[in-house]
């Protein structure tokens, strides 16, 4: 997660919080900006990574998806997300997380100083 958004660009600058989840070829992004009115809002990118071209040559380009929620709908989309959720654990149960989701961090307990 990014701490200081000072050096980076003037759209970089409205990130107040950001949070990154790695997920296969995709990266989702979890964000809280502020508009030019001063209102905080919550921003999810998916990012994912398309490899084209020559395989010893391969070209990489990202495509992105952003959504935006604003404070006032919070309590009808995470309502709305929570059903659809259940829904698809009740129709084909949990899902099992792909390996680099448990592995993707490092713990403290693991590192030796």
Do not use: C, W
């Amino acid at each position: 997660m990014k701490e200081n958004f000072k050096d980076y660009g003037s759209k970089e600058r409205d990130i107040l919080f950001s949070k990154s989840i790695k997920a296969g070829k995709r990266l989702y992004y979890v964000d809280v900006k502020k508009s030019s009115k001063g209102d905080m809002y919550l921003s999810l990118t998916e990012s994912k990574r398309i490899v084209s071209g020559d395989p010893e040559m391969p070209q990489f380009s990202f495509e992105k998806h952003k959504l935006f929620v604003y404070p006032e709908d919070f309590e009808k989309f995470t309502g709305a997300l929570a059903d659809a959720m259940r829904f698809i654990y009740e129709q084909q149960g949990p899902v099992e997380q792909r390996p680099e989701d448990s592995q993707g961090e490092i713990q403290l307990e693991e590192i030796e100083f």
